[in-house]
């Protein structure tokens, strides 16, 4: 039987081509396809892309029917990383240990490349001939909302204002929800909703995926917490890498394990209630919660 990295392994292949033929068929040659293909290739996990088809696959419906949708996640994620790096953001010189896209060009550079990529997502699911009208009417509208003013988009600029202050946990809930929460809620909502499931499933399963991006977003700041082990109990601002509230700063490094697993206990009963056979999802869970980059 497949075990679960296999899995990630052979889909991670199959929407890797699907990204790059997208972008080199709607894309000139030129730097703004360079400095597109580069972001896009330097190493991302696929986590949303393969949320999106494990859902599918969950529901029994071929998984080639999610695959311009889960593409167009990706590329969505991606714009937000090049553009989260910025030096009137985050302003990293590094992603994946490779020079931040704006390192490597420019930063006018990045800023196009993650406008196209963010406007591309939307052609890709538009243009998408495994779809009706219906659904990309539907898909375009849940991703809009998932990473616009009223999801991702939304959620930054919430972070932002919150920097180098301490929050309350319901703050930082909403706004971890907002920034990451909503693109990994979208990735399990647009798989369960392309596999037609029943009003009751569907509200399991958007229980599940609310819980989900809590697990993605506290593991996110653990792992922060074990390569900086002097960060619990540092005053918010004190430095440069401790600007913003996180779950170990809040309630502990304990507290925030705790946490975690309640979380992916919610998941996974959530899961059963859909009453599905699949393994897949619930070994996500697990890895997402234990993951270690
Ligand atoms: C700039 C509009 C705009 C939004 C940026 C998501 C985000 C909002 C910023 C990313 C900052 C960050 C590092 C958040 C922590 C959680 C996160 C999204 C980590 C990266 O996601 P992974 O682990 O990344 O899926 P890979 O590299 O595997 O693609």
Known sequence: MESLNEYVE???GIINDHLNNYILSYTTPGRLRESMLYSINAGGKRLRPILVIA???AFEIDPKKGIPVACALEMIHTYSLIHDDLPAMDNDDLRRGQPTNHKQFDDATAILAGDALLTLSFQVITEADTLSN???VFLVNELSKASGPSGMVD????DMLSENEWITLRKLEAIHNSKTGQLLKFAILSGAYLGKVSEESM???TEMAS???LIFQIQDDILDVIGDSDAIGKPIGSDEDNKKSTYPQLLGLE???NQKKHYVDVAQKSLEKTG???TVLSELIDYLSNRDC
């Open 155 to 158: 959620g930054q600029m919430r």
């Open 10 to 12: 052979r889909y991670k």
């Open 255 to 257: 507290g925030a394990i």
């Open 276 to 278: 599905i056979q699949h």
């Open 211 to 213: 819980a989900l991006g």
């Open 203 to 205: 509200q399991a399963v």
């Open 134 to 136: 219906e659904e990309k």
């Open 55 to 57: 859902t599918l696959e």
